[in-house]
């Protein structure tokens, strides 16, 4: 699945792959890191295709490692972070797939996620300058991955209490309670999407304003096993 974010992208790393400045990137990088120089690159263009893609002849070990040269010393060069996004663009495109490209969330449409996608990297790729670490790879995606699972689950949660919200009434000229009115909305629920179980769990949380903690000392549940529970409730309500 193509998108305009990813092929902008593309199209802005075209040019400048193998330009001087690509090279002189790589000069800055290898003075730091030796083993760059061992690679036989002539520019980070050259890099980045032994890292990932079809022209990729760096074993899964040392292509990890330059990423994570690269990630460590990217104020060296302006180009570092650019080289480092476009070599997760697998694993990118791949992390969209398994997100749906967003359909699920606030984004509202796959070109709107794909560019969150891609603002997302670059901001966890600059905010791990200076770490060294092995397994850098999947633990930069895991870690965006990370971020905008959490921005899907805060709009899940605002999507619910408006919801929630939107089903009560003027209280003027209506026989119902608030408490009322939200069970009955929640009955509904669960004869429709979850177990009454579980609705209950929203409603008392949500509605009744009854802590975690408080819901487990009543159950004899974990805190932590209800958490998911509820999480898992939420975003079935709000899917």
Same mark, same amino acid.
């Given at each position: 699945?193509?998108?305009?974010?990813?092929?902008?992208?593309?199209?802005?790393?075209?040019? %400048? +792959?193998?330009? *001087?400045?690509?090279?002189?990137? @790589?000069? !800055? /990088? =290898?003075?730091?890191?030796?083993?760059?120089?061992?690679?036989?690159?002539?520019?980070?263009?050259?890099?980045?295709?032994?890292?990932?893609?079809?022209?990729?002849?760096?074993?899964?070990?040392?292509?990890?490692?330059?990423?994570?040269?690269?990630?460590?010393?990217?104020?060296?060069?302006?180009?570092?972070? %650019? +080289?480092?996004? *476009?070599?997760?663009?697998?694993? @990118?495109? !791949? /992390? =969209?797939?398994?997100?749906?490209?967003?359909?699920?969330?606030?984004?509202?449409?796959?070109?709107?996620?794909?560019?969150?996608?891609?603002?997302?990297?670059?901001?966890?790729?600059?905010?791990?300058?200076?770490?060294?670490?092995?397994?850098?790879?999947?633990?930069?995606?895991?870690?965006?991955?990370?971020?905008?699972?959490?921005?899907?689950?805060?709009?899940?949660?605002?999507?619910?209490?408006?919801?929630?919200?939107?089903?009560?009434?003027?209280?003027?000229?209506?026989?119902?309670?608030?408490?009322?009115?939200?069970?009955?909305?929640?009955?509904?629920?669960?004869?429709?999407?979850?177990?009454?179980?579980?609705?209950?769990?929203?409603?008392?949380?949500?509605?009744?304003?009854?802590?975690?903690?408080?819901?487990?000392?009543?159950?004899?549940?974990?805190?932590?096993?209800?958490?998911?529970?509820?999480?898992?409730?939420?975003?079935?309500?709000?899917?």
């Amino acid at each position: 699945m193509a998108h305009p974010a990813f092929d902008t992208f593309a199209k802005q790393w075209a040019p %400048v +792959a193998h330009s *001087e400045e690509a090279h002189d990137a @790589l000069v !800055a /990088l =290898a003075a730091s890191e030796p083993f760059i120089a061992g690679l036989g690159c002539a520019d980070l263009g050259q890099l980045v295709d032994a890292v990932r893609g079809e022209h990729r002849r760096l074993d899964p070990a040392t292509a990890d490692r330059v990423v994570a040269a690269m990630v460590a010393h990217q104020r060296l060069h302006r180009l570092l972070a %650019v +080289a480092v996004v *476009e070599a997760l663009m697998p694993g @990118l495109k !791949a /992390l =969209a797939r398994r997100m749906e490209w967003g359909g699920t969330g606030p984004w509202g449409h796959p070109e709107v996620f794909s560019g969150d996608l891609l603002t997302t990297a670059w901001e966890v790729v600059a905010d791990w300058e200076g770490r060294h670490r092995e397994f850098m790879v999947p633990a930069l995606l895991h870690a965006i991955g990370k971020r905008l699972e959490r921005r899907r689950q805060a709009w899940c949660r605002e999507v619910t209490r408006r919801a929630f919200e939107a089903d009560i009434p003027d209280r003027e000229g209506s026989s119902l309670s608030t408490h009322e009115v939200l069970a009955r909305a929640l009955d509904d629920a669960a004869d429709h999407l979850l177990p009454r179980s579980e609705t209950s769990l929203v409603y008392a949380h949500r509605v009744l304003g009854l802590s975690m903690v408080e819901l487990a000392a009543m159950t004899g549940q974990s805190r932590q096993s209800l958490d998911r529970r509820r999480a898992r409730a939420e975003r079935q309500l709000c899917a």
